[in-house]
């Protein structure tokens, strides 16, 4: 048997995946698992300052493995308006940027939004879109906290609400755009297809959701209805688009969704903030 040294130095050109799983083959394997020396090779470079920025930042750890497993278990930072997560399995970082982090036209009028606690979200606040005809949400991230030679999505986390309005009417404008130069631009309606309500509004509308509709130019779209898809904590996501991580690279990236053409009221929905996670992991 090769000496624990020996081991750990093997298995840190692994992955975290390979270390968990490698601890049943013998105790070596488990105690060069559970070293300092493996673990600081899977640690964010800059976890020291994630911890000191962190709402728990007074917490002691015992090893660099227990540093990685309460990242993994995600970790507010920058007075609870962030949140920083690692996949335990692939060691990849995700970031929630909060709805507070990111700009939300005309959030601090309260005709038009109003902040709240809500039960099942990770932040102090949540923003509700009361009324506007006007929706423009912007966030930005640099590509240098997060993990090199990755592709990124980017989605914003909302909540429909049962008095909702004005949602499905005309599609909002989703766009990356990084420092680099590149930009991505999409649709993406900001409700679910009700048929029922659907059947109704054709019987008394007629066409009028296709002439709406019309008003919104489609770039680099694929005809598709592009909708909010269910999370596992409760809330929808609309897909804003996505992105790739450089090695050595700190590209600034501005990811937004705006709905501004069609003038048509709307409100109702929740808006929770912006995550950013490895596309593989969706």
């Not at 599609?171 to 048929?195: F, H, M, R």
């Not at 779209?221 to 609309?238: L, N, T, V």
């Not at 969704?257 to 996670?277: F, N, P, W």
């Amino acid at each position: 048997m090769l000496p624990e040294a020996c081991v750990a130095n093997i298995i840190s050109f692994t992955s975290p995946a390979d270390i968990f799983s490698s601890s049943a083959v013998s105790l070596v394997f488990r105690l060069a698992g559970d070293s300092d020396f493996v673990w600081e090779k899977f640690l964010p470079s800059d976890y020291k300052s994630l911890i000191s920025r962190s709402t728990d930042h007074h917490r002691s750890f015992s090893s660099k493995k227990e540093i990685y497993i309460s990242l993994c278990d995600s970790l507010l930072i920058d007075n609870a308006q962030k949140l920083f997560k690692i996949n335990k399995l692939s060691g990849k970082v995700s970031y929630i940027l909060s709805a507070r982090d990111i700009s939300i036209q005309s959030n601090d009028q309260a005709s038009y939004w109003s902040w709240s606690k809500v039960s099942d979200s990770r932040f102090l606040e949540s923003a509700e879109l009361i009324a506007t005809d006007r929706l423009e949400v912007n966030g930005r991230i640099h590509t240098g906290v997060l993990s090199p030679n990755t592709r990124y999505g980017a989605y914003l986390i909302v909540k429909v609400c049962k008095h909702a309005f004005g949602l499905d009417l005309v599609p909002a404008e989703t766009c990356i755009k990084s420092s680099n130069g590149g930009t991505v631009k999409n649709i993406a309606y900001l409700c679910c297809l009700d048929e029922k309500k659907e059947q109704m509004k054709r019987l008394l509308y007629g066409n009028r959701e296709e002439r709406m509709a019309m008003t919104v130019e489609i770039v680099g779209g694929d005809e598709k209805r592009r909708e909010p898809k269910g999370r596992d904590d409760g809330w929808m996501e609309i897909e804003i688009g996505e992105f790739e991580t450089r090695e050595g690279e700190d590209d600034e990236v501005n990811m937004s969704l705006t709905e501004v053409k069609g003038y048509q009221l709307k409100g109702g929905i929740v808006i929770d903030g912006i995550e950013v996670r490895p596309k593989s992991l969706s």
